[in-house]
């Protein structure tokens, strides 16, 4: 009796032991997701536009007898006015901080929403677009910077996924919208489908005011004790907040016995000269990889043609024999609906699977699509005045596997890669680059898709775009490193050996474990 008593106290004592046995999977912070899902919402303003424009243009043709020409400088200079937009918003937000620049986003768009949806002739809307392209690339920069310097490692690529999350979804609202609004006369359908984008950025505008800024750039500022107030709230456990504040205060030059509330913190050149110049002038081998990689993943997530499949859906479908604007639209809803689908599943696995895997899988399934629908689109084109029912069917099949691949991988793991990958005194302007680059491609690939197909066909168009995807499997193959699971400060070290970057991941990863081991307890 005693021994049984002696040993079920053992156990009762084994089992309050908090380090015996594998630790607990820590909760994910409900602080950090509400602030990421409210600060994600700035990327409804780019689907939004994306998917109402799909549908606007069929009815802006008609009412204000434009040429396609028109149509396709329409459809994409606001990827090019963005530019404006993303140049601004890193020097922006290093200034007046993350969530001021939020709310700037917010009001740019809505701006452009309201003078679009008034536009009395061509050059007006093109004003209006201009307007709204400013705040696009001030949102499509800010999100996931803001995103990743709040989210903890363990969830930082979930959260990080969300501005394309949110962008799929206003995708989704721009096609319902179109279905809903082209059931009013041609002069109005257009100008309410593109005025209801306002009504987003007021709610963004009036969101934000619950989020608290940012803790890098409250320390870059040097206000330490704010930054401590931000981390604790976000973090997973206050050796988590600890931990992280150590890490900004050693990437800010701040040294680590320095714990007051606020300090002086060393400046950088004034203008960010110094940023451009290590950058782009003498950048270190570190940092030249980080930044081919951050630029070539928004550049191959773009030059693949995404854009093309979601803004020219419905001419996708008439190619493909759909010949009822009804259809055509109800058509493109499925696409925006599997869109968003597939981006939610992806965001559950960002942090399981890893961001290299999703791409390399996301790549390679879309040349497969791309290839598929030029194939289908091809065969119809051969054959003139025949309804091809298996044609249509592979040309619908593939046009939803596109984007059902892309948005499973390559859509939101761009935004979630550049975010976290450059050093903190480069992040703003080096994802600002990243973004200029994603948005530039796009206005291309979106101005040139109509003079493509009918330069080349349309189904050597999606040829053409499957060979710029099979490139871009080949690029995330070779030069991009696993990012999933480590600090923002410790992901930059897995840069600077190029094609040997599985070496330096050993290395850093070697390091880890000695420095865990030496800890004391």
Excluded at 35 to 52: F, H, K, N, P, R
Excluded at 391 to 416: D, E, Q, R
Excluded at 489 to 494: K, S, V
Aim: proline share 4%; charged share 15%.
């Amino acid at each position: 009796m005693a021994e049984q008593q002696l040993s079920k106290a053992l156990t009762r004592a084994e089992s309050s032991i908090p380090d015996f046995g594998p630790p607990p999977r820590p909760k994910r912070n409900k602080y950090s997701l509400a602030c990421a899902l409210l600060a994600s919402m700035t990327s409804i303003l780019l689907g939004y536009d994306t998917g109402v424009m799909s549908g606007a243009t069929l009815y802006i043709k008609q009412d204000l007898h434009v040429s396609d020409v028109q149509i396709e400088i329409l459809v994409g200079t606001i990827n090019i006015y963005s530019l404006v937009g993303s140049a601004i918003a890193g020097k922006t937000s290093d200034l007046v901080g993350r969530r001021y620049t939020i709310v700037i986003a917010a009001v740019v768009f809505f701006a452009g929403a309201f003078l679009m949806g008034f536009a009395t002739n061509y050059a007006f809307l093109m004003f209006g677009r201009f307007v709204a392209g400013i705040g696009v690339g001030y949102a499509l920069m800010i999100a996931p910077v803001y995103t990743a310097e709040v989210a903890p490692s363990s969830s930082r690529g979930f959260l990080t996924s969300f501005p394309e999350v949110f962008i799929n979804f206003g995708v989704l609202l721009g096609y319902v919208s179109n279905y809903f609004f082209a059931k009013l006369p041609i002069n109005l359908g257009w100008r309410f489908m593109m005025g209801v984008g306002a009504l987003p950025s007021v709610l963004l505008g009036l969101g934000v005011l619950a989020m608290p800024e940012s803790p890098r750039w409250l320390v870059m500022q040097g206000r330490l004790a704010d930054a401590r107030k931000v981390l604790d709230r976000t973090s997973e456990s206050l050796q988590e907040s600890h931990d992280r504040l150590a890490d900004i205060k050693e990437a800010a030059g701040i040294p680590a016995e320095c714990n007051e509330d606020v300090v002086e913190v060393p400046r950088r050149k004034k203008g960010g000269a110094g940023v451009w110049k290590e950058l782009f002038i003498h950048p270190t081998p570190k940092v030249l990889h980080i930044l081919i990689a951050g630029i070539g993943v928004h550049f191959f997530q773009q030059a693949s043609g995404i854009d093309s499949v979601v803004m020219y859906s419905p001419r996708i479908f008439e190619k493909a024999g759909i010949a009822s604007t009804n259809g055509k639209l109800l058509c493109t809803i499925a696409v925006g609906v599997t869109k968003t689908i597939f981006i939610l599943i992806s965001t559950c696995y960002l942090d399981r699977v890893g961001r290299r895997v999703l791409l390399i899988a996301s790549s390679a399934g879309l040349v497969a699509s791309l290839w598929g629908l030029a194939i289908g689109l091809t065969v119809i084109d051969h054959y003139p005045g025949q309804k091809l029912t298996w044609a249509i069917g592979i040309c619908f099949f593939c046009t939803l596997s596109s984007v059902a691949t892309f948005s499973s991988g390559m859509g939101p793991i761009a935004w979630v890669y550049s975010s976290e990958i450059f050093p903190l005194k480069l992040r703003a302007q080096g994802n600002s680059i990243a973004v200029a680059i994603n948005r530039v491609t796009s206005g291309i690939i979106l101005m040139t898709f109509i003079s493509l197909y009918n330069a080349i066909t349309i189904g050597g168009s999606f040829f053409f775009y499957g060979a710029i995807a099979f490139a871009g499997f080949l690029f995330f193959c070779t030069l991009l490193p696993e990012t999933k699971g480590r600090s923002l400060e410790e992901t930059e070290e897995l840069f600077g050996t190029f094609l040997r970057w599985r070496s330096r991941a050993r290395e850093v990863e070697s390091r880890k474990w000695e420095n865990e081991k030496n800890r004391p307890i």
